[in-house]
């Protein structure tokens, strides 16, 4: 029995030492990756929605705290309904995707990382770069480590693990410079977002 | 000349109502939508491996009620026109 967990115990301790931190490619070529936004307005909320997401994450299965790197939206893909909306909302006096044509969000500092079995939550503080604004937050997420998964998705094209990153936070639009304290009565102030992505790691 | 005038005021009266209705009846048809107009619709669903939910685009016309008000507010606008115009007509031909 002494052996036994003994023999548990080295396997695990070389099992983490070993672990290296592997890239997780957030580009996803079937569509499921996704960003909601919503915002309160009047007469309904306005929900939209974005599949252009890219970027790396590195993150090292064994110690979830070690995670690096950054996502980047391509913020022309944002789309919400209303086809006028969607003019409005890309356009120079709103989002300005012209001149700002990229959304980020680039990993600073993992806090309180929680690790049970292939998941992890954690608070993860990074710089969020909207409209060529970048700001400081805090964002909760939750991992998943989906090892040898990643063949289920491509049809078995592809060997390797998967990685899914779900966050829900908010911001405020004013803070980056989107109409500061304007049209308050039309459109809050508050956009809630939810990210619920998969990165892969081919071997 | 004077008989057009009675055929355009016709006219533009059956155009407002026609407007007014058909705004109606597509806004009816669309699932009488409270909200804004929308070209698409999204339908949840989940990614079998990863457990992602995901919204899935369907292309489709649902007139809201941007669509609606300013079909109704032309319909009436071309009715009241027509009226007036149909009104002047009678008046200047009364016997």
Known sequence: ?203 | MKPSLHTAGLAILALGIAVAVASSALWFAGGMNMGWTKTYIEIMKTDEVTGIEYPDKVSRFVPGVDFLVPGIGAGIVCIFVGAAILRAHRKTYAP
């Open chain 1, 1 to 203: 029995m002494k052996f036994a967990t003994l023999l548990a115990i080295t396997l695990a301790s070389a099992t983490i030492s070993n672990a290296q931190p592997v890239a997780f490619d957030f580009k996803d070529p079937k569509g499921v990756n996704n960003i909601v936004f919503k915002l309160d307005a009047p007469l309904e909320s306005i929900n939209g929605t974005t599949n252009g997401i890219s970027g790396t994450i590195t993150a090292d299965p064994a110690a979830p705290e070690k995670i690096a790197g950054k996502i980047v939206v391509d913020a022309t893909t944002l789309t919400v309904p209303n086809p006028l909306m969607q003019e409005h909302m890309l356009g120079d006096e709103w989002l300005s995707t012209k001149a700002h044509p990229e959304i980020t969000f680039e990993v600073k500092e993992v806090l309180n990382p929680k690790k049970s079995g292939n998941e992890g939550t954690a608070d993860v503080k990074g710089a969020f770069t909207l409209k060529g604004v970048t700001k400081e937050i805090t964002v909760p997420v939750k991992v998943t480590y989906l090892p040898g998964r990643l063949a289920d998705r491509t049809n078995g094209k592809q060997q390797g693990d998967l990685l899914v990153v779900r966050t829900n936070f908010q911001i405020n639009r004013g803070d980056y410079g989107i109409k500061q304290g304007e049209n308050l009565d039309k459109v809050s102030d508050v956009i809630d977002i939810s990210l619920s992505l998969a990165g892969a790691a081919a071997k």
